[in-house]
């Protein structure tokens, strides 16, 4: 919500300005009789009351066409203002906020009364006589407990304060195979060389230098 300025025109003239609201939020635009209001004119007083004594719709009442209120002030004297140069007096607003809140505070302690009658009212639970009275898992025997730590100690001496297995005393010998610093697979020699080439001269003098499988001579 804003207080803007009008310009006052009588005869086509101006001869002053009035002051009116903008942009009036819907809480503050819903008046009822008998309500405090705040008129524009007087945004900025704080000790003065008014109250809304009627409001006329456009068109409603002959002295008032396009709408208006109706409102008396402190003095019991009657005022009228336009329908955008009054709104519900915000201290209104602070006020139904907070019978709200009461209300809503005694919705509360209603409700916690409730609950505690019912409460009072189930019978109370018995409790196992195991019981420690905390939660979560009972707690381990002493005797139990003290042999899992000399079992624990034991380990960490068997090996050595290491984790995993253990390691073996073998050595084991590893083979590297030298590649030249050549990737893929290794060189033939020169007698594999010889051999695969005089298979291949067999293979072709068989079959006189033609692919494929030999005609039948049947």
């Not at 009054?86 to 907070?98: D, F």
């Not at 139990?144 to 730590?149: C, L, M, V």
């Not at 060189?187 to 291949?200: E, F, G, N, P, V």
């Not at 067999?202 to 030999?214: D, I, L, V």
């Amino acid at each position: 919500m804003k207080v803007i300025e009008n310009d006052f025109i009588v005869g086509g003239h101006k001869v002053g300005v009035y002051l009116s609201y903008a942009d009036v939020e819907p809480e503050l635009a819903t008046i009822k009789p008998g309500e405090r209001v705040l008129p524009a004119p007087f945004f900025y007083e704080k000790n003065l009351w008014f109250h809304l004594i009627r409001r006329w719709e456009p068109g409603e009442n002959q002295y008032y066409p396009n709408g208006g209120f109706e409102i008396r002030d402190g003095g019991a004297g009657v005022r009228h203002y336009d329908l955008d140069q009054v709104c519900l007096h915000p201290a209104i607003i602070k006020h139904k906020k907070t019978m709200d809140k009461m209300a809503r505070r005694a919705e509360k302690e209603a409700a916690k009364r409730d609950r505690q009658l019912k409460k009072g009212s189930k019978p109370p639970k018995v409790k196992s006589p195991n019981a420690t009275g905390k939660r979560g898992r009972p707690a381990v025997d002493p005797a139990i407990k003290a042999a899992r730590e000399a079992e624990k100690v034991l380990r960490a001496q068997r090996s050595g304060g290491r984790r995993g297995r253990p390691a073996s005393g073998e050595t084991k010998i590893q083979t590297v195979k030298t590649t030249g610093g050549k990737r893929g697979r290794p060189a033939l020699s020169t007698t594999q060389i010889a051999a695969a080439t005089a298979a291949k001269a067999a293979t072709r003098a068989r079959s006189g230098g033609r692919r494929g499988r030999p005609k039948s001579t049947r």
